[in-house]
């Protein structure tokens, strides 16, 4: 009798970190548009007076976990791997070292980052303390002669309070040739303890043109067809320098939620489009528009976070300009502040709680026609 085939192996769990089917940061040869960054890492690598802690700031999708990849490659590799003349951040494709951080296998690597439940099938809202707890069995393993041990922490602004607190008991005391690469976008609302430890290295919006190079990067990697011109046009500027942002914005549907938000908010103060607002929140209250879900409020929280500036400043497209004029005026200008505030809390509360999305939307949009009408 024939022998039966092998069992395939498990299917890999689903990445938090991971947009849809594009290629993972980690699988990312090509880090476009922080070339300021990545000397600087380089250097520290090269000088062998690497510092223990850097704090890769800046907003989601412009390349911090790429940058943080790349330099773990870097410090990671064997001789043989590396650039001949030992400069920039490329090691050999498809080396030993390359196939093993693309697997998350090396032994000198750790990624701390939320956890998948396969019974749930959910991730957890944040990263758990006994996530960070990994890294005392981490650091307390010898690395090889001369050899680094990395840590990505992906990202700081997602960890619980004592998770933060047990990776600041880390950064206090590291062991030697360690590496801590801590990546947030709002490295304002870190531990004050945590940031002190650490170097900043900020990580800036891309220009335009870095922004079509990298997000056609992206989705030739993935298989997808580059856009043509008249995609591009209305994209780029919502993108707002974030390739993650793009490309969730082209794959997700952006634009067309961009184009409903917009057509409520100028509706407003005189009306609320009730009809627009129920599809929506039935639209997004099903599990399955996670995705979705995330990339309205996004979109949402980015339209009232530049109307309000346009506001403060004076300064912005005369439409837009008019828009704030008489949503927010002079005498609405901190209440608009407030329902920003609110409006994040409101999320995120609903979002931790597992609480009706459909009621939130409507919630929102309501807060929203108030404080318009003043």
Not at 39 to 68: F, I, P
Request: aromatic share 6%; charged share 25%; with cysteine.
């Amino acid at each position: 009798m024939a022998r039966a085939p092998a069992v395939a192996d498990a299917e890999a769990p689903p990445e938090a970190d991971r947009l849809d089917d594009f290629p993972h940061p980690r699988e990312t040869r090509s880090l476009i548009g922080q070339d300021a960054a990545q000397a600087m890492l380089a250097e520290g690598l090269a000088s062998g007076r690497m510092h223990h802690a850097w704090l890769l700031a800046g907003a989601k999708g412009v390349g911090k976990a790429t940058l943080a990849y790349q330099v773990a490659r870097m410090a990671l590799a064997r001789p043989e791997e590396r650039d001949l003349f030992g400069q920039g951040l490329s090691i050999e494709p498809d080396s030993p070292t390359d196939r093993q951080i693309r697997a998350l296998s090396h032994p000198a690597l750790l990624v701390v980052r939320r956890t998948y439940d396969p019974k749930t099938k959910r991730f957890s809202q944040n990263i758990p303390v006994d996530e960070v707890r990994r890294l005392k069995s981490f650091l307390a393993l010898s690395p090889e002669e001369q050899g680094w041990r990395v840590v990505i922490v992906d990202s700081a602004d997602e960890m619980n309070a004592n998770a933060a607190n047990a990776l600041l008991k880390s950064l206090e005391e590291p062991p030697p040739r360690t590496i801590f690469f801590v990546l947030t976008a709002a490295p304002g609302r870190l531990l004050p303890t945590i940031r002190s430890r650490c170097r900043v290295v900020a990580l800036a919006a891309l220009s335009e043109a870095d922004l079509k190079r990298a997000a056609s990067q992206a989705l030739t990697s993935a298989g997808k067809p580059v856009p043509e011109a008249h995609v591009w046009e209305p994209l780029l500027p919502l993108a707002e320098g974030s390739v993650g942002r793009f490309l969730t914005l082209l794959s997700g549907g952006g634009l067309a939620l961009h184009t409903r938000i917009d057509s409520i908010l100028n509706g407003l103060p005189n009306k609320l489009d009730l009809k627009t607002v129920h599809n929506l929140a039935d639209e997004l209250q099903p599990a399955a528009q996670d995705r979705k879900f995330e990339l309205f409020f996004d979109l949402y929280q980015s339209a009232l976070a530049r109307l309000i500036a346009i506001q403060a400043t004076g300064k912005g497209p005369e439409r837009d300009v008019a828009l704030a004029g008489r949503l927010i005026g002079p005498e609405r200008l901190a209440t608009f502040a407030e329902l920003w505030e609110t409006t994040a809390r409101d999320k995120a509360d609903a979002t931790a709680l597992n609480l009706d999305r459909k009621s939130l939307i409507l919630g929102t949009f309501a807060r929203l026609e108030a404080a318009s009408r003043g």
